[in-house]
């Protein structure tokens, strides 16, 4: 069997254990590095010497591979390389573990007998460009979400989380409390979060049960969720997301049953009904909850966190497109940690939202990276102006 000759184009230490882990020594023997890093040219990593690319250098090592481990940077790597002459079929995408978390385009030039001849387990590397190859079909066949500025979305940057976090001067998590709420909209949120829970058969506004018992102790008001939808139907132009507690669909679907009930019982005609609900944003989790919450007619929030496919963000646009969804909502730590994958949200124009930051520097980096807004604990609208 041949031994191919394979010049690795991106190199650092993570790339060169996820390579140890898949390309098997015996059938391929790495020549070269290459790097568009000039701080890493010249060096010989693991006595191999990091090179920038060119057809010569690579007609000289006689090069039958560029495997290409810059997946963020793919296309861009793919059409550098082009441009100097370098044939197509010499161009492989590394087959990385997480491969179907990118968005690489059609990658139409991978070549199966060269991934078996020299991968470890081809069969699962076979079965990782598959799963790739089906979500980048879904993910191209979305088209670009419409603008819509009439949308929750759009009143504000800053979503008031568990009703807010400042309290008379205190600075108070997950409250969900009555004051919480007022001292919100004296500082002009128009866009609030609370959470849904059931406790002795009541709807009430609370994380968790700590956090309630909390709440009591410190002795501010809770909140019902008929109470909320009152304060809703005053308030036309707030707009309210509810994350709903629950441990099962039939928990999930006889919460939002009750509060479509509540909707009815407070309201006097139709028109009334129909302009509170859109005045409420449910958050869904998976694709089963998108479908509860659909039935219900509700305009709906995928918050990403319970999601078993959240990190593959081309899956989470598709199920968006499906089902109509305009907004996302990802964790903080899963925005720093992925931020290189998250224009494949943004360039299908849907509306990403991260949970929670409080810090203003924060807040200012993710909106330059074309995040719509923030869940916040304590920032205030005048922060953001004046900031």
């Given at each position: 069997m041949k031994r191919f000759r394979i010049a690795v184009f991106g190199i650092n230490d993570g790339i060169l254990h996820a390579i140890k882990r898949a390309i098997d020594p015996r059938k391929a023997e790495i020549v070269l590095f290459f790097d568009n890093d000039k701080m890493k040219l010249g060096i010989c990593y693991m006595d191999i010497p990091i090179l920038e690319p060119s057809r010569e250098i690579i007609e000289t090592f006689s090069i039958d591979y560029i495997v290409v481990t810059a997946l963020s940077a793919y296309e861009s790597v793919e059409n550098q390389l082009l441009s100097m002459g370098i044939s197509q079929d010499k161009i492989q995408v590394f087959v990385a573990d997480d491969l179907w978390?990118?968005?690489?385009?059609?990658?139409?030039?991978?070549?199966?007998?060269?991934?078996?001849?020299?991968?470890?387990?081809?069969?699962?590397?076979?079965?990782?460009?598959?799963?790739?190859?089906?979500?980048?079909?879904?993910?191209?066949?979305?088209?670009?979400?419409?603008?819509?500025?009439?949308?929750?979305y759009h009143k504000c940057n800053l979503i008031a989380h568990a009703c807010g976090g400042n309290i008379d001067g205190r600075k108070v998590i997950y409250?969900?409390?009555?004051?919480?709420?007022?001292?919100?909209?004296?500082?002009?949120?128009?866009?609030?979060?609370?959470?849904?829970?059931?406790?002795?058969?009541?709807?009430?506004?609370?994380?968790?049960?700590?956090?309630?018992?909390?709440?009591?102790?410190?002795?501010?008001?809770?909140?019902?969720?008929?109470?909320?939808?009152?304060?809703?139907?005053?308030?036309?132009?707030?707009?309210?997301?509810?994350?709903?507690?629950?441990?099962?669909?039939?928990?999930?679907?006889?919460?939002?049953?009750?509060?479509?009930?509540?909707?009815?019982?407070?309201?006097?005609?139709?028109?009334?009904?129909?302009?509170?609900?859109?005045?409420?944003?449910?958050?869904?989790?998976?694709?089963?909850?998108?479908?509860?919450?659909r039935k219900k007619d509700f305009e709906m929030f995928f918050t990403q966190y319970r999601n078993p496919q959240g990190e593959c963000f081309m899956d989470t646009v598709s199920l968006c497109h499906k089902y109509g969804i305009e907004a996302v909502g990802i964790p903080v730590e899963w925005f720093w940690d992925m931020r290189k994958f998250l224009n494949i949200i943004t360039d299908k124009n849907i509306k990403l939202f991260v949970y929670s930051t409080d810090a203003i520097d924060e807040y200012s980096a993710m909106r330059k990276m074309n995040v719509t807004g923030v869940f916040t604990n304590f920032l205030t609208v005048s922060d953001i102006v004046t900031g």
């Amino acid at each position: 069997m041949k031994r191919f000759r394979i010049a690795v184009f991106g190199i650092n230490d993570g790339i060169l254990h996820a390579i140890k882990r898949a390309i098997d020594p015996r059938k391929a023997e790495i020549v070269l590095f290459f790097d568009n890093d000039k701080m890493k040219l010249g060096i010989c990593y693991m006595d191999i010497p990091i090179l920038e690319p060119s057809r010569e250098i690579i007609e000289t090592f006689s090069i039958d591979y560029i495997v290409v481990t810059a997946l963020s940077a793919y296309e861009s790597v793919e059409n550098q390389l082009l441009s100097m002459g370098i044939s197509q079929d010499k161009i492989q995408v590394f087959v990385a573990d997480d491969l179907w978390k990118y968005c690489l385009g059609a990658v139409v030039n991978i070549n199966t007998d060269f991934i078996k001849c020299i991968y470890f387990e081809p069969h699962k590397r076979l079965d990782i460009v598959a799963k790739y190859k089906e979500a980048y079909d879904r993910y191209s066949a979305v088209p670009v979400c419409k603008e819509n500025t009439e949308k929750w979305y759009h009143k504000c940057n800053l979503i008031a989380h568990a009703c807010g976090g400042n309290i008379d001067g205190r600075k108070v998590i997950y409250s969900n409390s009555k004051e919480a709420l007022y001292y919100s909209m004296k500082k002009k949120f128009r866009v609030i979060e609370c959470d849904l829970m059931r406790m002795n058969d009541e709807l009430i506004l609370a994380h968790d049960y700590e956090r309630f018992y909390e709440l009591e102790q410190e002795k501010y008001t809770r909140m019902t969720a008929e109470e909320v939808l009152v304060f809703l139907r005053e308030q036309e132009m707030v707009s309210c997301l509810i994350d709903v507690k629950w441990d099962s669909y039939e928990e999930y679907a006889f919460l939002l049953n009750e509060v479509e009930k509540l909707i009815e019982n407070i309201t006097d005609n139709y028109k009334e009904k129909i302009t509170l609900k859109k005045q409420i944003v449910i958050e869904v989790y998976d694709e089963e909850t998108i479908k509860i919450a659909r039935k219900k007619d509700f305009e709906m929030f995928f918050t990403q966190y319970r999601n078993p496919q959240g990190e593959c963000f081309m899956d989470t646009v598709s199920l968006c497109h499906k089902y109509g969804i305009e907004a996302v909502g990802i964790p903080v730590e899963w925005f720093w940690d992925m931020r290189k994958f998250l224009n494949i949200i943004t360039d299908k124009n849907i509306k990403l939202f991260v949970y929670s930051t409080d810090a203003i520097d924060e807040y200012s980096a993710m909106r330059k990276m074309n995040v719509t807004g923030v869940f916040t604990n304590f920032l205030t609208v005048s922060d953001i102006v004046t900031g």
